[in-house]
């Protein structure tokens, strides 16, 4: 990777590595304390980048009339289509269905009930007319009646043999090495990084911390009523029921921020409409914002979709956020890799 | 202060301070990692202050069979009766009819409905006896109809003015200094220090963070339902409705800490059969673990109550505490001073 800053930008690569010259000005970047390598070698030079390179270099200027102190470098990521791929599908509705086949045989009753009928006879044109009321059944009846413990574990276990079924790569390694840049580029400049997805918290716990660098703490996200049972043996248990307790998308999001942070972002990065309310959110505040939509450009190394997509449609945000001047990441333009080359990520974190 | 730590309780006074040996002592001290003042000087020395002493180093031990990765060192408070006074009654609720009192020109009505009545007409017995009923009308009245943001605000504003009936200080000053040194003690250990409470967490998050050091984000408590709504300025707020969404008491504090924090605590304190769950639920997990409950044993400096207590009552988890060998804080025995005598916590936080 060349070294290369916002502020080297404008000099040729070639002046830069010239070694007389390019050694003097790195010393005195780093008296400036301008100098370091790229924090973001996976985007590529352009406004995109320099737009979340000048934004951070805003905050985090002690003096600047920009400054913001670190307690309030809140950082709000949606997951599925901004931090990790979310085609064909969520990746938590393959889990609900491979996981209602796996427990069908406990399940005779499902031979004869809809949506299950279906998928376990393989009428994908079924399960797709079903819509999201037949995800909703199949999330129901894979995601209570056990646990939280045995939840995690069952999420692990399928994570560490599931493959996507175009990449054929573990889900977690389908993850965007731009964006895990920029959580640890944010996280290197004291911002306090959060997950605010409207996937299921007890889905994304179990692997957020080795896969992004994000403790369950910092993960927000949809969940069902858990319940506390003392088990026969005197030990407590928390149990998953099927009852949802909330929706954290679109409205919600705004919603479960102030619940789980209690404080607003100034930085958010979502990529659908279901991320309009809390970029709003974000954007209301006092003092810089940051708001960033990743928009799918790529059929070539992901996919390409927007207005017309039955998962994560982008439509009002992005008419909203072209009108208001956020930052689009654009797949294609912006994003020098999609995946990470390395095996870091793939196969599942262990508990 | 004088500098002793748990290595060194079984020395004299005299020989630490003696020149020449506390010289050599705390050097050779220092070079094997245990030399610091005392971390809890507010503690009187004894099992309690020990056990404490000891778990920490126990879980923070690199090597030993009991240590503990830091990302799981995981510390839950209750915050009523564990880390500020709950006497005469919940500050919040004095809070709630403080509120009454001062928008009650805005509420007509409230002259000849009950509990309100009674209130504004000053019948305490009347007060008394609509009892937790009573409470939860003051509160709903309350804490609902305003944004977020205006709430945060109305509770700062009150906790600057108001004084307790008893002490007549700031309320904000009537936390326990013990405590607070537990609380750094900790931190300085690499726990992530949170609350866990049956009180409003929109009460509590303004205050937190400059009185306990504790960020909102790590304040988990009981909530209403919330509502994003778009300001005809085209500004998002969110609303505080009188719909409650969670009470994190009891059972419910596990089901909380499982929510908002996603591990399982490895030290919890609290100091009411409302913490039972809660400390069930950090003992029940595998490894070191402590449990520890404020007892309120001093009517002279602060209160002593338990079993017939209508605030904070301590009966089954006294049992429960004692049969299984769980710390307890004695405040007239382990205490050597109850409130802080510097001014640093008292007046309230401001934004």
């Known amino acids: 990777m060349t070294r290369q800053t916002s502020s080297t930008r404008g000099l040729s690569r070639r002046s830069i590595i010239a070694a007389p010259v390019g050694v003097a000005f790195l010393a005195m970047a780093a008296r400036t304390g301008f100098a370091q390598s ?34 309030e470098r809140i950082a709000t990521f949606d997951n599925d289509g901004t931090l990790w791929c979310e085609q064909p599908m969520y990746f938590q509705a393959l889990f609900a269905m491979d ?26 044109k079924a399960v797709a007319a079903a819509g999201e009321k037949g995800l909703v059944a199949f999330v129901a009846a894979t995601h209570s009646g056990m646990s939280v413990d045995d939840f995690h574990r069952i999420v692990l276990a399928w994570l560490d ?57 910092q993960v927000v996200g949809s969940s069902g009523v858990t319940k506390f049972e003392m088990g026969a043996d005197g030990k407590p248990v928390l149990m998953k029921t099927a009852e949802v307790e909330f929706v954290d998308d679109g409205p919600g999001k705004p919603v479960g921020i102030n619940r789980f942070i209690g404080r607003r972002p100034i930085f958010a990065f979502g990529n659908s409409d279901g991320d309009l309310e809390m970029l709003q959110w974000t954007a209301a505040g006092a003092g810089a914002r940051f708001m960033g939509i990743v928009h799918h450009t790529d059929a070539e190394r992901e996919y390409a979709y927007d207005r017309q997509s039955h998962v994560g449609r982008l439509d009002k945000a992005l008419d909203e956020g072209l009108r208001r001047g956020w930052t689009f990441a654009d797949m294609k333009r912006d994003w020098r890799v999609i995946f990470p080359t390395t095996s870091a990520t793939s196969g599942a974190a262990k508990p």
Chains 1, 2 share one sequence.
Do not use: C
């Not at 070698?41 to 670190?70: E, Y």
């Open 161 to 217: 043999t599931a493959r996507h079924p175009r990449f054929q790569r573990p889900y977690t390694s389908l993850v965007y090495q731009p964006m895990l840049e920029l959580l640890t580029y944010l996280r290197a400049n004291n911002f306090k990084t959060f997950i605010v997805s409207g996937g299921g918290i007890d889905f994304m716990r179990p692997w957020t911390e080795k896969v992004y660098g994000i403790p369950p703490e």
């Open 99 to 124: 996981r209602v086949k796996a427990i069908a045989p406990q399940h005779p009753e499902w031979k004869d009930k809809e949506p299950f009928k279906a998928l376990l006879s393989g009428d994908m």
């Open 38 to 71: 790229d924090p973001l070698p996976s985007w590529n030079d352009g406004a995109t980048k320099k737009s979340i390179l000048d934004f951070v270099a805003r905050v985090t200027t002690q003096g600047g009339s920009d400054f913001v102190p670190v307690a």
